[in-house]
């Protein structure tokens, strides 16, 4: 995400067929809770034809970013134990775009 030239935020992702999986998002530090987040989000979104799933996994601990993706209509999947270095677990969340609405 670009911010008077300047790059702010980034998503990483790796895509299989009709399914996205987000490797990493952030919005560089003094600019969090200012909404940006969720502006590149909705955008990042708005770049995938219908009938694209797309998945990623959270700490369980992260609320800002479990937030996040709730309002974007993602739920939760299932729980990776440990999946982080630390023992934290994972929340994977997922997506799915349909012409008839969100599944
Ligand atoms: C998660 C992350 C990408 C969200 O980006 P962000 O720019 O902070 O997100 P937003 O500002 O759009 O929204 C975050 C919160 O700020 C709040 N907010 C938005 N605009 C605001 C404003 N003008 N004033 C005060 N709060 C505001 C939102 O309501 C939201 O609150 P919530 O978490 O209680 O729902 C960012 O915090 C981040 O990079 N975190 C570290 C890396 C990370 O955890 N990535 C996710 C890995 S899965």
Redesign the pocket.
């Known amino acids: 995400m670009l911010l008077d030239d300047n790059i702010i935020?980034y998503i990483f992702t790796h895509t299989i067929d009709k399914e996205v999986q987000?490797l990493?998002?952030?919005?560089?530090?003094p600019?969090?809770?200012?909404?940006?987040?969720?502006?590149?989000?909705s955008y990042f979104l708005d770049q995938f034809d219908e009938d694209i799933s797309i998945i990623?996994?959270?700490?369980k601990s992260?609320?800002?970013?479990i937030?996040?993706y709730l309002?974007f209509g993602f739920s939760e999947l299932g729980i990776r134990e440990k999946y982080y270095s630390d023992g934290e677990d994972a929340l994977v969340m997922k997506r799915k775009l349909l012409a008839h609405g969100l599944v």
């Open positions: 935020g987000i990493n998002f952030a919005i560089d530090t600019y969090q809770h200012k909404g940006y987040g969720e502006e590149f989000f990623l996994e959270v700490r992260n609320f800002s970013a937030n996040l309002k």
